[in-house]
T-cell receptor, first 114, second 119 residues
Framework: GENVEQHPSTLSVQEGDSAVIKCTYS??????FPWYKQELGKRPQLIID?????GEKKDQRIAVTLNKTAKHFSLHITETQPEDSAVYFC?????????????FGTGTRLQVTL | GAVVSQHPSRVICKSGTSVKIECRSL??????MFWYRQFPKKSLMLMAT?????????EQGVEKDKFLINHASLTLSTLTVTSAHPEDSSFYIC???????????????FGPGTRLTVL
């Protein structure tokens, strides 16, 4: 089955700096890559996603890049703010309609310091 | 999108008892529901996938007789932890996929989770 690796496990940046989180996946058939933000004790919230037919997607301070050949995808957060502090999970799935399941990475704990 | 609720949010039970957790989607046709387990500071591990009206598909290593899943309607799924033991203590989260107002969503919408503590 699919295996998703995520790095780093923890990341500390100063407010205003950029943060980059990287993931790799094993199944070349995966074609949907969402990123979730989870605050302590809360539900995961989708922040951005990308499909395999595009290489990059941006939404304000957040961007995701995908390299299908290398099976890498990354989350980029620019101009970080304290409220960006949370655990971020990448995921991969093979979208086949309604039943596609997600395989999650191990998570990155991002700490934005003042 | 979907608004997903779980009940209860927290439950403490004695070892050997069974606990039922409900996952509801509001104004959303949840054709597929997923149940995850999350240990502290760990990732979400998929336990099972269920389609409305069908038996759940369990992931490898998940005991189907211990974790009973029922997805009887498009808005409700239940997870019952039978004969719970301390090692079953965890954060259980459901998610839904489906449609509303004729729009099919690829995204999974997560519930707020249920923290189970087995004494």
């Amino acid at each position: 089955g699919e295996n998703v690796e995520q790095h780093p496990s923890t990341l500390s940046v100063q407010e205003g700096d950029s943060a980059v989180i990287k993931c790799t996946y094993s199944d070349s058939a995966s074609n949907y890559f969402p990123w979730y933000k989870q605050e302590l004790g809360k539900r995961p919230q989708l922040i951005i996603d990308i499909r395999s037919n595009v290489g990059e997607k941006k939404d304000q301070r957040i961007a995701v890049t995908l390299n299908k050949t290398a099976k890498h995808f990354s989350l980029h957060i620019t101009e970080t703010q304290p409220e960006d502090s949370a655990v971020y999970f990448c995921a991969a799935s093979i979208y086949t309609g309604t039943a596609s399941k997600l395989t999650f990475g191990t998570g990155t704990r991002l700490q934005v310091t003042l | 999108g979907a608004v997903v609720s779980q009940h209860p949010s927290r439950v403490i039970c004695k070892s050997g008892t069974s606990v039922k957790i409900e996952c509801r989607s509001l104004d959303f046709q949840a054709t597929t529901m997923f149940w995850y387990r999350q240990f502290p500071k760990k990732s979400l591990m998929l336990m099972a996938t269920s389609n409305e009206g069908s038996k759940a598909t369990y992931e490898q290593g998940v005991e189907k007789d211990k974790f009973l899943i029922n997805h009887a309607s498009l808005t409700l799924s239940t997870l019952t932890v039978t004969s719970a033991h301390p090692e079953d203590s965890s954060f259980y989260i459901c998610s839904v996929k489906g449609s509303t107002s004729g729009i099919l969503y690829n995204e999974q919408f997560f519930g707020p989770g249920t923290r189970l503590t087995v004494l």
